[in-house]
């Protein structure tokens, strides 16, 4: 049996892109979290999400550095703020 593919910390803006290019709207959620989506968008890039994780591999090890990505790059909604979607954030790109 092949060992699973571990993503990188350099992949990571790939992989947002990626994820983004696909039509989910990925976003950190807080400081400890994040979302590929809204439930529809994920259903929608159900395959190409697939392909997606199967290229880069397992990431769960990367969680804090893919929501410090997001976070950078303005695509972040804090919990209990007045903004309702990440493109509210002045970061926003």
């Not at 529809?40 to 929501?67: C, K, N, T, W, Y």
Request: negative net charge; contains cysteine; aromatic residues 8%.
């Amino acid at each position: 049996m092949a060992a699973k593919r571990l993503m990188t910390a350099s992949d990571i803006p790939a992989f947002v892109d990626r994820v983004i290019k696909a039509g989910c709207d990925i976003c950190a959620v807080g400081h400890f979290n994040y979302c590929l989506g809204d439930i529809e968008e994920m259903a929608a890039a159900e395959h190409e999400l697939q392909r997606i994780s199967e290229e880069f591999g397992d990431r769960d090890f990367l969680l804090p550095e893919i929501v410090a990505h997001l976070r950078t790059i303005g695509r972040y909604i804090d919990p209990g703020s007045s903004a309702s979607h990440w493109s509210e954030n002045v970061k926003a790109q």
